[in-house]
């Protein structure tokens, strides 16, 4: 099943029955955004948890004009760094990420502006030190601009979605 508009932002998932009980709906998912997925592999995830995560997420995107208009490279890893700040004690802002529970290596960072959000995607790879901001060895990222319009839109069809996904249960 896909919700949303693949060559803005969509959601591709499929619930497998076998895998799923009267809570848990499990299945496959994944992100589309500019007709690219964020995924490059398969994963199996909790899809009624994993849509609501996303829809809330969406919702709470932050407006930035600076961060918006920053280079590619130097914005996310501005807006990595809001999140999992390298001070320990400094606050985590996580309204810069709308990046599913379970894509691990894969973040997904936005940032609106005039009425248009800048997605920022892809692959962080670490070094064998672990999964902080000094051990990066490599960014595979991709970026793309889509209409809040189009972001509203896919919030509300994964609204409609979830209740009729909790309802089967």
Same mark, same amino acid.
């Given at each position: %099943?896909?919700? /949303?508009? *693949?060559?803005?932002?969509?959601?591709?998932?499929?619930?497998?029955?076998? !895998?799923?009980?009267?809570? !848990?709906? +499990? /299945?496959?998912? +994944?992100? &589309?955004?500019?007709? @690219?997925?964020? %995924?490059?592999?398969?994963?199996?995830?909790? &899809?009624?948890?994993?849509?609501?995560?996303?829809?809330?997420?969406?919702?709470?995107? =932050?407006?930035?004009? $600076?961060?918006?208009?920053?280079?590619?490279?130097?914005?996310?890893?501005? %807006?990595?760094?809001?999140?999992?700040?390298? +001070? #320990?004690?400094?606050?985590?802002?996580?309204?810069?990420? *709308?990046?599913?529970?379970?894509?691990?290596?894969?973040? *997904?960072?936005?940032?609106?502006?005039?009425?248009?959000? =800048?997605?920022?995607?892809? @692959? &962080?790879?670490?070094?064998?030190?672990?999964?902080?901001?000094?051990?990066?060895?490599?960014?595979?990222?991709?970026?793309?601009?889509?209409?809040?319009?189009?972001? $509203?839109?896919? #919030?509300?069809?994964?609204?409609?979605?979830?209740?009729?996904? +909790?309802? =089967?249960?």
């Amino acid at each position: %099943m896909i919700l /949303g508009d *693949i060559s803005e932002i969509a959601v591709l998932y499929e619930i497998i029955e076998e !895998w799923s009980d009267d809570t !848990w709906k +499990n /299945g496959l998912f +994944n992100i &589309i955004i500019d007709n @690219k997925y964020v %995924m490059k592999e398969i994963i199996a995830s909790t &899809i009624n948890s994993e849509l609501n995560a996303l829809s809330f997420r969406l919702g709470r995107i =932050r407006e930035d004009s $600076e961060l918006f208009f920053l280079e590619k490279e130097k914005a996310f890893i501005e %807006m990595y760094l809001r999140i999992h700040p390298e +001070n #320990i004690e400094s606050e985590s802002d996580y309204s810069y990420s *709308i990046t599913p529970n379970e894509f691990l290596d894969y973040h *997904i960072l936005s940032v609106s502006y005039e009425g248009k959000t =800048r997605f920022i995607f892809g @692959k &962080i790879i670490f070094d064998a030190k672990g999964y902080t901001f000094s051990n990066i060895e490599k960014i595979e990222i991709e970026e793309a601009i889509v209409s809040n319009t189009a972001i $509203e839109k896919l #919030i509300e069809k994964i609204n409609e979605k979830l209740k009729k996904v +909790n309802r =089967r249960g």
